[in-house]
């Protein structure tokens, strides 16, 4: 199989369930910034394999779920192919705020905005929350601007676990700044 096609030199892209739609789709949008987020993700998790606690194994759990997410908005809701799709496990959300529990019990109180940064793993999960954030964002402009048959449940679930992993990803920068004997620098609105 060829990785260059030449179909999307016009400024089209197929969907798995098969249309051809605008590179500048919503929905193109939506699941590109995923990828986009993924691959940033990856970055994290090579900064951290072998310390960290376990947060590489981590890391690669959300990678698979962002595959998931990622066809969920590459695929039309209704049709067979999205039917086919993996479904997220259903606790995934839980999970997460499982682990965000437990890593803030292990660092100090937050008492003001930090700037993103200190150990370069955490400056790469500041950085995937920030890129997190712009999915979710692409995410609900998919959904607002999609007809109403498409705003699938499936698709208002990716939303939520997005929301849900910017917060994870902010805490875990936090812990593995902690883990790397770094402390938050938190802003100061008066500084130059």
């Given at each position: ?146 007809p109403s048959a498409e705003a699938d449940e499936t698709l208002a679930s990716a939303i ?33």
């Open positions: 199989m060829k990785i260059y096609t030449k179909t999307g030199d016009r400024g089209r892209t197929g969907l798995f369930s098969g249309e051809r739609v605008s590179k500048a789709d919503t929905r193109v949008s939506a699941y590109g910034t995923v990828d986009e987020l993924n691959s940033v993700l990856g970055v994290l998790a090579a900064c951290v394999a072998g310390d960290f606690g376990g947060a590489a194994g981590a890391i690669r759990r959300i990678q698979s779920d962002l595959f998931r997410l990622g066809a969920w908005f590459a695929t039309s809701p209704g049709t067979p192919a999205f039917e086919d799709l993996p479904g997220l496990d259903p606790e995934a959300v839980t999970w997460m705020e499982t682990e965000i529990d437990r890593m803030e019990s292990e660092l100090p109180p937050l008492r003001g905005f930090i700037l993103p940064g200190g150990h370069p793993a955490a400056a790469w999960a500041h950085l995937a929350r920030t890129v997190c954030r712009r999915a979710e964002r692409r995410g609900v402009a998919f959904l607002e601007a999609a939520v676990y997005l929301n849900r992993l910017s917060d994870y990803l902010f805490v875990l920068a936090r812990h593995l700044n902690r883990l790397a004997g770094r402390k938050d620098e938190r802003w100061d609105p008066g500084a130059p």
